[in-house]
């Protein structure tokens, strides 16, 4: 397996974990059932699940009207994506692609 296909599937799977668990709190918010802590879905956006985690709050209308959700899940991707940005055009180490 070469390293990018390995990166692509940690993402994938933050993603639609990210997904998942914003489906998961807003069933048992619901159902008056325990909740999913707001800082276990922030830390799962932190470290690579941003999209799948602003979609599920989208899908499942969740969290939208916390307005530390509404701008802090698309702060976070964007300070991912600023991170790739620089990592792969001035990161010290060469990017091979094919």
């Not at 069933?27 to 802590?37: D, N, Q």
């Not at 941003?50 to 991707?77: D, E, N």
């Amino acid at each position: 397996m070469t390293v990018i296909l390995l990166v692509c599937a940690y993402f994938l799977v933050l993603n639609l974990i990210g997904f998942a668990i914003m489906g998961i709190d807003k069933h048992k918010a619901v159902k008056g059932a325990f909740r999913i802590p707001e800082a276990t879905l922030f830390v799962v956006a932190l470290i690579g699940g941003s999209i799948g985690s602003i979609c599920g709050m989208y899908t499942f209308r969740h969290k939208t009207r916390k307005w530390y959700f509404v701008y802090g899940m698309p702060a976070i991707l964007i300070l991912q994506a600023l991170l790739l940005f620089l990592l792969f055009f001035y990161a010290p180490i060469e990017f091979l692609t094919m």
